[in-house]
């Protein structure tokens, strides 16, 4: 039989919350059935690269996008046209547009566009304006799917009244139980005090991620909670900002960055307390992944409420004083809870996203 050839444009497959979500597909997805393909730009090993290649994935890459459409529009034309595509998938969110004309050229009859954020950037220029408008009307001119991890992810990418699928944010759920064994083996790794509370944060450092408000914040409630940790797993472009940040505050001591992890589902266990104060999100993966672990969350108001699958999470304002955040960590904090047969029938599930992800690939 012959396998269905699914183009995934992604741009990159470093740890970040679509790849994530890719790459539990690919882990899970009937691969007799379906051969995945990532469209990557630019020269450098991705994070996930090892792992995808041993799974049977193939990671094609072409050029940053420039100025320069057409030429964009040629290269993933080549792409699609040579490894003989069947769907395009795609993941760039306003970039989508131009995989989308590509594989409208080439006659791709399935082209689905993926929301899976609520905001672009923040405080975008007008030049940019007028590119986000003209790529939504690409978008909805060229798509014959239109997917979404959340509600709010699908409202901001697709116009009013279009309608659209959410396909929930999977992941494979034994990996995320809480394991007391695998807390003090981890604890003991790391040189964590067992008498410190962890406040844990996985994501990259980029602007949505509010790394900045979490170290003032965190400076705060250190004072007043002396036995306290605050751990950073990940990485990116204000990496150096944070850490310059981080020295000033005189929070060497008190701050642990781990950078980029394979084990961030063991991590889940040494912390008490998952702290996200995103500027905006889709529907994040880390917050699944959290509630699974049964830690208590708290979060900014910004993310999207459908996140909040086990009324686990407290949703704050980035407005609001840094009182009402310490007073919420304090109430919350070492207060885990067991999410494991509410997770088990959850949509959350991988089984149920691959098997929503593998009808659609199927009907073309």
């Known amino acids: ?11 990159s497959m470093d740890m970040g919350g679509a790849e994530t979500f890719l790459m539990n ?14 469209l990557c730009y630019g020269n450098k090993k991705f994070d996930y690269e090892e792992e995808l290649v041993s799974l049977g994935g193939e990671i094609v890459r072409i050029s940053k996008p420039t100025g320069n459409i057409f030429k964009n529009i040629k290269q993933i034309k080549a792409v699609i046209k040579n490894n003989n595509i069947d769907v395009v998938h795609c993941h760039t969110y ?16 399935k082209r689905i566009t993926h929301s899976h954020n609520t905001v672009s950037e923040k405080n975008p220029s007008i030049i940019k304006k007028i590119y986000f408008s003209l790529s939504k009307i690409v978008i909805d001119f060229y798509s014959t799917d239109f997917l979404a991890c959340g509600k709010e992810a699908g409202e901001a990418l697709f116009f009013k009244n279009k309608k659209f699928q959410v396909i929930d944010n999977g992941i494979i759920l034994e990996k995320f139980y809480y394991n007391k064994n695998l807390r003090e083996e981890k604890r003991k790794e790391l040189k964590l005090p067992n008498d410190y509370q962890i406040i844990g944060h996985v994501g990259r450092f980029e602007e949505a991620k509010n790394h900045s408000f979490l170290i003032d914040l965190f400076d705060e409630y250190q ?27 005189k929070l060497n001591n008190k701050v642990i960055l781990l950078l980029k992890r394979s084990d961030v589902n063991e991590l889940y266990n040494v912390m008490d ?14 917050l699944v992944e959290a509630q699974t672990n049964g830690l208590p969350i708290v979060a900014s108001d910004t993310i999207d409420k459908e996140s909040d699958y086990t009324n686990t999470i407290s949703f704050l304002s980035l407005q609001d004083d840094f009182d009402s955040w310490i007073k919420t960590i304090e109430k919350r904090i070492e207060k885990r809870t067991d999410n494991r047969k509410m997770m088990e029938n959850s949509k959350y599930n991988i089984k149920n996203t691959v098997k929503q992800i593998e009808d659609i690939y199927s009907n073309i």
Do not use: H
């Open 1 to 11: 039989m012959k396998k269905i050839k699914v183009l995934e444009v992604i741009g």
């Open 25 to 38: 597909v690919l882990r899970n997805i009937d691969r007799k059935k379906f051969e995945l393909i990532f």
């Open 94 to 109: 306003f970039n989508s547009m131009y995989a989308l004309i590509a594989a409208k050229q080439c006659k791709i009859k």
């Open 223 to 249: 004072k007043k909670n002396k036995k306290t940790l605050l751990l950073l797993i990940g990485d990116g472009s204000l990496r150096p900002s944070i850490e310059k940040k981080i020295k000033e505050k």
């Open 273 to 286: 307390l998952f702290l996200f104060p995103s500027l905006y999100e889709g529907l994040p993966v880390v």
